[in-house]
């Protein structure tokens, strides 16, 4: 019995190792807060700045709605435009959000 609870709390220990060296809980984290701020980054996009992109193309439509006909094919240009939006506002808030609480000093050097 000695040797079975020996075994299992060294497999405990090495496993709260792997968990502290390889940073799973940093990215248990970051997963967790990267889908709560997708969703106020996706509101932001398409409640302030799908609009004023919408103002400033000169059409009242929804961004994501603007398209181009070509004969029978239409091309949804605007879609396209919006997950760009999309990508970089995310990159942006991801990447201020690193700067301004210095995350990136917090990494663990490895060897």
């Not at 220990?13 to 997963?31: A, K, M, P, Y």
């Not at 999309?86 to 490895?110: E, G, H, N, P, Q």
Request: hydrophobic content about 55%; aromatic content about 8%.
């Amino acid at each position: 019995m000695k040797k079975i609870f020996t075994v299992g709390t060294t497999h405990v220990h090495g496993f709260l190792d792997f968990i502290r060296e390889q940073g799973v809980i940093g990215l248990s984290i970051g997963f967790v807060l990267g889908t709560a701020v997708t969703k106020v980054v996706a509101s932001l996009v398409s409640d302030i700045v799908n609009p004023i992109l919408s103002i400033l193309l000169g059409s009242t439509e929804n961004l994501k709605e603007m398209k181009l006909n070509v004969g029978n094919v239409s091309i949804l240009w605007g879609s396209f435009l919006a997950a760009i939006v999309d990508f970089i506002v995310i990159a942006c808030v991801v990447y201020l959000v690193i700067r301004i609480l210095k995350i990136d000093a917090l990494d663990k050097k490895k060897n």
